[in-house]
Nanobody
């Protein structure tokens, strides 16, 4: 059974940092790419960042230069380091995993985590 468990969300002031983690089980971790998506209240879920099985990364323009996605194959965990946070980064953040996928499209992924809330106060 595949499970993705996000952690690391919380409340932070604007300009602060958080690191999200997504721990995977039930998959051959090194064979999977993953993506981070987020959904703010009243808005559609949007792409944030992704990383391929080989470590190639992609970022939405809104987070480029502030967020960094990474992976630790030894720990079966992906990370999203978020710096210089803004109020508009407030959302529920989801990690998605797909075999050989790291696209910007949610439909290209096979598994979803439950989400973790990030709230940035202005």
């Amino acid at each position: 059974q595949v499970q993705l468990v996000e952690s690391g969300g919380g409340l932070v002031q604007a300009g602060g940092s958080l690191r999200l983690s997504c721990a995977a089980s039930g998959v051959t971790f090194s064979s999977y790419g993953m993506g981070w998506f987020r959904q703010a209240p009243g808005k559609e879920r949007e792409f944030v960042a992704s990383i391929s099985r080989y470590g190639t990364t992609d970022y939405a323009d809104s987070v480029k230069g502030r967020f960094t996605v990474s992976r630790d194959n030894a720990k079966n965990t992906w990370y999203l380091q978020m710096n210089s946070l803004k109020a508009e980064d407030t959302a529920v953040y989801y990690c998605l995993a797909g075999r050989s996928s790291w696209s910007r499209g949610q439909k290209d992924y096979d598994y979803w985590g439950q989400g973790t809330q990030v709230t940035v106060s202005a």
